[in-house]
């Protein structure tokens, strides 16, 4: 684990593949609190089974924020297999520099909403990504949250279901090595 990243009152911890047995249960817990009102939903019932996935992945990255020890709130993801970055069928000619970066989680307990928090763990999830690219996927039901990625410099490229029980997301791209990208506050 890497040492911690402190912004006011809020504490960012850096987790690994490795630290999964550890942090999993945090996860399962900050997912409860933030869903409690949509856990009958047979789709976010499966959320174990995507902490699990993602987890397993080698290049798993975590970042839990952490206000005076609690948890509240994680943003994690994996880099792309290259060459099955399957955001291409959005794109008419993908950049030159494909190395993407599956930004697949995050998420921000209701107490903590519109603090900033979700805004400094995206930021310290992808300061030093060596991929060129992110992409993500927005349930389009909720309006606020992709205008909020577009804000950070993200734009939707297509519409994507990719399990026949899931929302069609809005598929969304941010090019690291933009300039729109560095202006929003983040460091190479």
Known sequence: MEHP??????ELRHYGHDDLPQIRQTLLD?????YADQM???F???FPWFVDHWGGNPGFSCVIAYDSGEPV???YGAPSAPGREWWREHVDEPPADSTTFSFSELMVRPKWRKTGVSEHLHNDLLAHRPEALVVLLVDPSHPKVQAL?????????GN???FPDSPNFAVMLLDLH?????QNGYEK
């Open 5 to 10: 990243v402190t912004t006011p009152a809020i």
């Open 30 to 34: 900050v997912h409860a609190d933030a």
């Open 40 to 42: 009958d939903d047979e």
């Open 44 to 46: 976010n019932q499966k």
């Open 73 to 75: 709130g994680f943003a």
């Open 149 to 157: 990625y577009e804000r950070w410099g993200y734009k939707k490229v």
């Open 160 to 162: 994507r279901q990719p």
């Open 178 to 182: 933009s300039a729109a990208f560095y």
